[in-house]
Structures are given as C-alpha cells and as structure tokens.
C-alpha cells in the first residue's frame, strides 16, 4: 500500500510543480487581458462606423464592405465599400473615421483627412474586414434585420 500513496503524492507534486512552471505569470496575464481590451474597443470603433455606413445607404441591405483598416493608435478608421445607388448600379466608396470627423469621399474634406489618417507612411493598420462583417451578420441576426 505504500508505494502506492508514494506514487499518488510524487504525481500531485510533479503536478503543482508544473502548474506553477508553466502557468502565465500575473504580468503576463494582465498584458493579454490589456491585448484583448484593445482589441475589443477597436473592433468596436470599426463596426460602429460600418453600421452608421450601412444605414446611410439608399438600399443598406446591398452594403458590401470591401476594408476596415483601423490604424494602430486607434485615431482613425479607413473603409472602402460598395452600394447600390439609385439607379440599380453599385458605387464603390471610401469613408474615414477620425476622433473629430466621419466623412465619405463626398465631403469636402475627405481627401485631406483620408491623407493624413489613410495614407500616411509608416502607419500600420489592423484590417478588421472580415471581423466587422461577422458582426454585421450577428448584428443583423440579433435585430431581425
């Protein structure tokens, strides 16, 4: 019998041990708690500029989001997407989310806020498209629209 208590508590220890060795530390879990909450909020920024797009829309069912590039400070959104107009054709569109302005490409100052926020160098992007869309369908299911 006692080999076997022996077994029992060398395998509990090994266990803790390993727990404890190979458990994230508090620093790292505070930091991929940090990660998700940025990641979290920026989703939330792109998706709440796509839903205001999409309501915009003559016909919002025919939204089609082509990119939603959310620049990794956090200080702007660059959309391209496409929608039925008028008369039954699509138009392919731009649109930019900053702090201070939401605009499409007929505002007149789009080009100057797409410039500075879409099209600078060196800026790095997370293209959340694919994320923005699943929550369009989700948002859609959950509203009956």
């Known amino acids: 019998m006692r080999p076997v ?7 509990f ?7 404890a060795i190979f458990s994230p530390s508090p ?3 505070a930091t991929t708690h940090k990660q998700q909450d940025a990641s979290e909020a920026r989703f939330q920024l792109a998706l709440g500029g796509a839903l205001t797009l999409r309501k ?9 989001l082509a990119s939603a590039l959310v620049a990794d400070d956090d200080s702007a ?3 391209g997407y496409r929608a039925q107009n008028g008369f039954g054709g699509m138009n392919v569109d731009h649109a930019v989310l900053t702090r ?4 499409n490409s007929s505002d007149a100052r789009f080009h100057k806020l797409w410039k500075q926020n879409c099209a600078a160098k060196g800026m790095h992007f997370y293209d959340l498209r694919d994320d923005v869309m699943a929550g369009l369908r989700q948002y859609d299911a959950l509203h009956n629209y």
């Not at 915009?56 to 089609?64: G, I």
């Open 56 to 64: 915009a829309m003559r016909n919002p069912s025919s939204f089609d």
């Open 77 to 79: 959104v660059c959309y």
């Open 100 to 103: 201070t302005a939401f605009v």
């Open 27 to 29: 620093a790292d879990q």
């Open 13 to 19: 220890v090994v266990g803790i041990l390993g727990a």
């Open 5 to 11: 208590w022996l077994g029992i508590l060398v395998l």
